[in-house]
């Protein structure tokens, strides 16, 4: 396994950064680092300036369940599920924002290991949890991805209960968003630079594109993921990112590992990411060299001028992972037999081009 501490790549001209602080990038220790959960991490501001880090949560459950004898996706979709339901979190499920029409709409994947099978939702409304209607499509169907008004009729047909998404909080933040809207919001960037930044003041990427993805191996060395997000903050309703489709946002292969993604999902669409890590790491490359390389391709695609933040996150089946991101200030979240933290993602670039 190459070593990769403090390394420099150099792309289309461009001096890239990684990281210092990579411990993905540590020489494997003899003994599989398992269980393991990791998961982004985005930080979540209560009215009352606590700050928290979604995915810790996630993570910490999911190796719990996993240290507790539990498959690995009943592990990750329990450790999302607090996510989704936490109305504080404006990036995911209940209280996630909302489409242009204020409407919430959510999109999940899932995908297991041991049987390679997967399941996904897209703009499923009204139901707070959909990685959990997505694990339904899954073990109840033959299909891999349903939508809208079909998925909404799937999950009440198994007992889910139809609920409002929007909080008070995601409504004053769409309310604000809609009135500023101007002439200088065009579809191309997603209403940027006018109405979007001033409806919250404290918007990041990590907002405008809310996602979280979850990925465990267990003792054994089974593998599972899964994404589920409320999408791009003001979307057009109907539009669906990369976290329902298998490939993009999330994809497993028990004999090699898994790969996830965060932050804008046309971007990652465009080079299949989740997929192309996963296959990355089959061809040798560790999990950090695997994320890097997908997101070098999305930057070619912009010839070295990238426009959006993207996100992939992996790890292997002897438990060693990586977070990395486009440009600099990412973070992903850990727990493992040493516990549970918070670690910077390596990069590529220190902030996007002016
Ligand atoms: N990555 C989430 C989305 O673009 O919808």
Redesign the pocket.
């Known amino acids: 396994m190459p070593k990769l501490t403090r390394r420099h790549f150099v792309l289309s001209g461009m001096t890239a950064i990684v990281s210092t602080r990579m411990r993905s990038a540590r020489a494997p220790s003899r003994s599989p680092n398992r269980p393991l959960a990791i998961a982004s991490a985005n930080r979540v501001t209560l009215p009352d300036g606590t700050v928290y880090y979604n995915g810790i949560r996630a993570t910490a459950r999911a190796f719990e369940l996993m240290r507790a004898g539990s498959d690995p996706l009943d592990a990750v979709i329990a450790g999302v599920t607090i996510v989704e339901d936490d109305p504080n979190d404006m990036s995911v499920g209940y209280g996630g924002l909302p489409n242009e029409e204020g409407e919430v709409e959510l999109?999940a994947s899932v995908m297991h290991g041991p049987t390679g099978r997967c399941g996904a939702v897209a703009a499923l409304r009204y139901i707070k949890n959909p990685s959990q209607v997505a694990r339904l499509v899954m073990e109840e169907t033959d299909h891999i991805l349903l939508v809208g008004e079909g998925a909404l009729r799937f999950a009440l047909s198994f007992g889910f209960q139809k609920q409002d998404l929007l909080t008070e909080r995601a409504r004053q933040v769409w309310l604000q968003w809609r009135r500023e809207r101007s002439e200088r919001d065009h579809w191309m960037q997603n209403k940027l630079p006018g109405a979007l930044r001033s409806a919250l003041p404290t918007l990041d990427w990590a907002h405008m594109?809310g996602?979280i993805n979850c990925l465990a191996v267990t003792e054994a060395g089974d593998l599972a993921g899964v994404t589920t997000?409320s999408?791009?903050a003001f979307k057009v309703p109907g539009r669906v990112?990369?976290?329902p489709i298998i490939g993009c946002?999330l994809y497993v292969d028990n004999d090699v590992g898994a790969a996830g993604?965060?932050?804008?999902?046309e971007d990652n669409i465009r080079v299949v990411g989740a997929h192309t890590v996963v296959e990355n790491m089959r061809r040798g490359m560790s999990p950090l060299q695997a994320c890097l390389d997908a997101l070098r391709r999305i930057v070619k695609l912009y010839g070295g001028r990238p426009a959006h933040q993207v996100n992939f996150y992996a790890i292997n089946k002897n438990g060693e992972y990586a977070g990395a991101a486009i440009f600099k200030g990412a973070q992903f979240a850990v727990t493992d037999a040493r516990g549970s933290r918070v670690e910077d993602s390596a990069y590529l670039l220190e902030r996007p081009p002016q």
């Open positions: 999109d594109t996602t997000t999408g791009l990112g990369d976290s946002g993604s965060t932050g804008w999902g």
